[in-house]
């Protein structure tokens, strides 16, 4: 569902904000220090940064391009670890049983079972491997709009942290709101009209 | 401005009126080129889904949706007439000779399901930039006519004749 898939699904965000050395420059250090890691921590359950659009599999902004015209455009690559907890609620009764047979005792006492958890889940954790799931991302810096090709809250919480974080620019969801606010097609005597609404009563009778 | 997440809860219904009068300017064939302010004819259509809200007034809501290619719209039409709200919808965009299908929310403008004309995306790793340009010049396209649409509805919306103009019609498409 990407920039060049055949369908897309999209929110779009307003970004305020210049960068000092140029727009160019500091999204490509922003990248680099937020690309997603190559060597995965096995420990982990998510990992999440950027990648080249063409290349998400390899990290590398140092060769490959960002800007594309007068877009930059890159993707957001969540890998992820998902446990079903059918198999946690496996591994957790069989361990369950070795632990009542080891301490001789019919019944495990809240700890014991906390701490089996927790191990079974870390060891599970370890064994899973990283789902990727890639998220484009189109900014036109100069008019600064931004698509991120995602609805999912999720992935948009995380694009938001990272976008800033990488960027130091506040990305704004654009929804009915903000458009009116952004748009700059109204002076603020009419915005506060549109703050004094309330909603309509459409069928006309009460 | 107002807080992000307060501008979200208390503002989406702006965006479910928008769906709604958009559905109004279909049913009554209304001359979207000119409120779009597009040079190329623009045309909607509803496409293959619509949901609408209806607050019932003890928070509780009442929520109908119609899915499939061929449904009736009547069940939303009845919707309407005891006040709800559309709140997404899919529609059919003509920008002149191009054709976009996409389903749109009214409360977080999210756009799923966007088909875009068809471009060639079987070029060489060279030509991925002239792709891309390309796709996003088709994309901002239905985008804009989207949002010129939706501050023109704004724009009704805060008028001073709104109530005796257009919210008069609106009514009078409803109840017909």
């Avoid at chain 1, 957790?92 to 049983?97: G, H, K, L, Q, V």
């Avoid at chain 2, 109908?64 to 997404?88: F, M, P």
């Amino acid at each position: 569902m990407g920039l060049i898939s055949s369908t897309h699904s999209i929110s779009r965000y307003y970004v305020d904000g210049n960068f000092f050395d140029g727009a160019a420059e500091g999204i490509r250090q922003g990248l680099i220090e937020n690309a997603i890691p190559e060597i995965e921590n096995e420990y982990d359950e998510i990992s999440a940064g950027w990648t080249p659009l063409e290349t998400p599999y390899n990290p590398d902004f140092e060769s490959a391009s960002f800007i594309f015209g007068t877009y930059f455009a890159f993707s957001l690559r969540i890998d992820k670890k998902s446990i079903p907890a059918k198999l946690v609620q496996k591994h957790m009764a069989i361990e369950t049983e070795k632990k009542k047979k080891e301490s001789g005792r019919p019944f495990i006492s809240k700890n014991e079972k906390a701490e089996i958890k927790e191990m079974v889940i870390d060891i599970l954790m370890h064994k899973t491997p990283f789902i990727p799931n890639i998220y484009d991302v189109l900014w036109d810096y100069d008019n600064r709009n931004l698509i991120l090709f995602s609805t999912q809250n999720a992935a948009n919480e995380l694009f938001e942290t990272l976008f800033f974080k990488s960027f130091d620019h506040k990305p704004i969801r654009i929804f009915p709101y903000t458009l009116i606010e952004k748009s700059g097609n109204f002076a603020s005597d009419k915005k506060d009209r549109v703050t004094a609404l309330a909603p309509l009563n459409m069928k006309g009778v009460q | 401005m107002l807080d992000i997440a307060t501008a979200y809860n208390k503002y989406g219904f702006l965006g479910n009126e928008f769906l709604t009068w958009i559905w109004y300017l279909v049913e009554t064939d209304q001359d979207i080129t000119a409120l779009s302010g597009s040079e190329n004819p623009v045309t909607l259509e509803i496409g293959n889904s619509i949901s609408l809200e209806n607050n019932l007034g003890d928070k509780s809501k009442e929520k109908i949706s119609i899915k499939g290619d061929q449904a009736g719209l009547e069940e939303g039409t009845t919707a309407l007439k005891k006040g709800a709200w559309v709140t997404d919808m899919n529609l059919i965009c003509r920008i002149g000779e191009e054709e976009y299908k996409f389903s749109i929310k009214g409360e977080s403008f999210n756009i799923t399901g966007l088909k875009t004309p068809t471009i060639d995306t079987s070029s060489s790793e060279d030509e991925i930039e002239g792709l891309i340009i390309e796709k996003t010049f088709l994309i901002m396209k239905v985008i804009k006519v989207i949002d010129t649409l939706f501050l023109k509805f704004i724009e009704k919306r805060i008028s001073d004749d709104w109530n005796t103009s257009d919210l008069k019609d609106i009514r009078a498409w409803i109840q017909s």
